[in-house]
């Protein structure tokens, strides 16, 4: 070993020894903390969100903004677990894209709750199986999920917080070559965002059976058992499932987005960087939708997404999902909510969260 590669090292092992220091410092503050909330309530995200935003903008470099962002969760992380564990229930199984966005708001010490359906995160939240859950709310080209607005509208719960997980698919097989697919395995979702890289890529593809599945996670399943398929999934779903990877990132549209929600009992506090998330409804006159943004604008209120539902009470009976930039607390806000609710026949408060 070279000397300057003895020396260098021997630095890194000085400042490893000072951050398992500073880190167990750390862990021992939380605990302090958690001894004190009498709420028992140990996750804030406002709180979180608050450090994550001074870590980064105090990042003094090499390592860039994503990363950072990622050690700090995973540091709150154990913390947090330190002070209480914690339970997230999503949409299963293990390997879709909804544990993905869990484990990256909450990182890894968490126990993760597989569910079967929508329907199942939000009853293990409100029957207290879980502390939280994970639910997708809308993708950037598929656009909204139905199910999570229908049971939003029904539900006692709070939303928490939002997630944004870009969406990267993978090819995965039990070998990588790609002459020998035969067969694939595809969610009907993914199978779609992926069609155009598929003819490109895949001359054979004339004679490639396209099975569909119920999951991301399921595809790689199936694959794993099956000598010449493949599936498309995540990358997570490849090493869960010991596939290799044929090819990565192969969606046709590489912004595309998938944005969840975490939702909950509790409510939060101001972060400085907030999104508050409605339902509302009026009756059906002419003009009645502008009454109801009208307040939102007079009070310098910004509107982030305007989405409508049928109410499910009568034919062509709409609810409008809206999510406005700010907090309840927040004084226009607040003015803006208060004459929202003489106007509006139905106004429910989702909750107010930090925005990402
Ligand atoms: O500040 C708190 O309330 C803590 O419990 C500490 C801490 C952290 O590790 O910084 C951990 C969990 C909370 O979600 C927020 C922050």
Redesign the pocket.
């Known amino acids: 070993m070279s000397e300057e590669l003895k020396q260098l090292r021997n630095q890194i092992d000085a400042i490893d020894n000072e951050l398992l220091q500073l880190i167990s410092k750390?862990a021992g503050l939380?605990q302090q903390?958690?001894k004190i909330?009498k709420s028992g309530i140990?996750?804030?995200?406002e709180?979180?969100a608050q450090?994550l935003t001074r870590m980064q903008e105090h990042n003094p470099g090499p390592i860039g903004n994503k990363h950072i962002k990622q050690l700090f969760i995973e540091?709150?992380s154990v913390?947090?677990a330190l002070?209480k564990p914690m339970s997230v229930a999503y949409l299963g199984p293990s390997g879709t894209f909804s544990e993905d966005a869990a484990l990256k708001r909450f990182g890894s010490a968490i126990t993760t709750i597989a569910c079967d359906s929508i329907d199942e995160v939000f009853r293990a939240v409100e029957t207290d199986t879980a502390n939280y859950g994970v639910v997708p709310v809308e993708n950037s080209t598929e656009g909204a999920v139905g199910r999570t607005m229908d049971l939003l509208l029904q539900t006692s719960l709070i939303i928490c917080g939002e997630i944004q997980l870009a969406i990267h698919q993978f090819l995965m097989a039990q070998q990588t070559e790609l002459t020998q697919i035969n067969k694939i395995y595809t969610h009907p979702q993914s199978f779609a965002q992926c069609h155009q890289w598929l003819r490109i890529n895949l001359p054979q593809i004339s004679d490639i059976a396209f099975v569909p599945t119920a999951s991301n996670a399921d595809a790689a399943q199936q694959a794993s058992i099956d000598k010449h398929a493949a599936a498309i999934a995540s990358q997570r779903a490849a090493e869960l499932f010991g596939l290799s990877i044929c090819a990565e990132n192969i969606e046709d549209d590489p912004k595309n987005t998938t944005r969840f929600l975490i939702i909950g009992k509790q409510t939060v506090d101001i972060s400085g960087k907030d999104k508050t998330s409605l339902i509302m409804s009026t009756n059906n006159r002419s003009g009645a939708i502008y009454t109801l943004l009208k307040p939102l604008a007079q009070h310098g209120v910004s509107m982030s997404r305007l989405e409508s539902r049928p109410s499910r009470t009568g034919l062509w009976q709409y609810v409008f999902f809206v999510d406005i930039e700010g907090h309840q607390q927040n004084e226009n806000v607040a003015t803006a909510l208060a004459e929202l609710r003489d106007k509006a026949a139905f106004l429910k408060i989702l909750g107010s969260y930090p925005a990402t």
């Open positions: 750390r939380a903390i958690g909330k140990i996750y804030r995200p709180r979180e450090i540091i709150m913390c947090r002070e």
